[in-house]
Each structure stands twice: as C-alpha cells, then as structure tokens.
Nanobody, 115 residues
Framework: QVQLVESGGGLVLAGGSLRLSCAAS????????MYWYRQAPGKQRELVAA???????NYATSVKGRFTISRDNAKNTVYLQMNSLKPEDTAVYYC?????????WGQGTQVTVSS
C-alpha cells in the first residue's frame, strides 16, 4: 500500500526558510519520480518541483533558485528546502508519486508566509 506523509510546514516571515519532508511507505519509492505540488486558496494545484530516481531535478520558474528538492532513498523520504520565502508561496504543499497505474498524494502540509 502506498502512503505519503508530509511534514515541516508552518508560519514563517518573508525571507525565511522551511524544509518540508515527505515520508513514503511501500517498496516503490526508489523506482519512481517524486513530486512536490502546492495549492493556494482559490487557485489550481501546481507543480513545484520533481526529482527522478537518479536525482535529476526540475523546478517551476517561480521557485527556481530558491527551492531545492532532494531525496534519500535509504529513508524513503523526499525533501523540499524552501529559502527566501515570499507571501505568494503560501499554500498547502503536497507530495505525489505516480506508480502502479495511479497517482498517490499525501495529506498536505500548510505553509504560510507573512509579510
């Protein structure tokens, strides 16, 4: 069974940093690309970053240079280091994996950036 559990969200001042974690259960982790998405109130969910099995990364233009995605296959965990946070980064952040013919999502973690 695939389970994803995010943690690390919170309230931070603009310019601050947070590190999100997504712990995965199941044997799929090291064979799959992992994704971070976010959804702000009244907006569609958007892709923030992705990391392949071998560590190739991709970022949304809005976060490039500020956010870093990484993974630890031994711990079945993917991370999102967020620096220089802006109020427009406020959203619920979700991790996702596509495996076994389906998309699996975590429950999300709230990130609020105040000015």
């Amino acid at each position: 069974q695939v389970q994803l559990v995010e943690s690390g969200g919170g309230l931070v001042l603009a310019g601050g940093s947070l590190r999100l974690s997504c712990a995965a259960s199941g044997g799929f982790f090291r064979f799959n690309t992992m994704y971070w998405y976010r959804q702000a109130p009244g907006k569609q969910r958007e892709l923030v970053a992705a990391i392949t099995q071998i560590g190739v990364t991709n970022y949304a233009t809005s976060v490039k240079g500020r956010f870093t995605i990484s993974r630890d296959n031994a711990k079945n965990t993917v991370y999102l280091q967020m620096n220089s946070l802006k109020p427009e980064d406020t959203a619920v952040y979700y991790c996702k994996v596509a495996t076994m013919g389906a998309n699996y999502w975590g429950q999300g973690t709230q990130v609020t950036v105040s000015s």
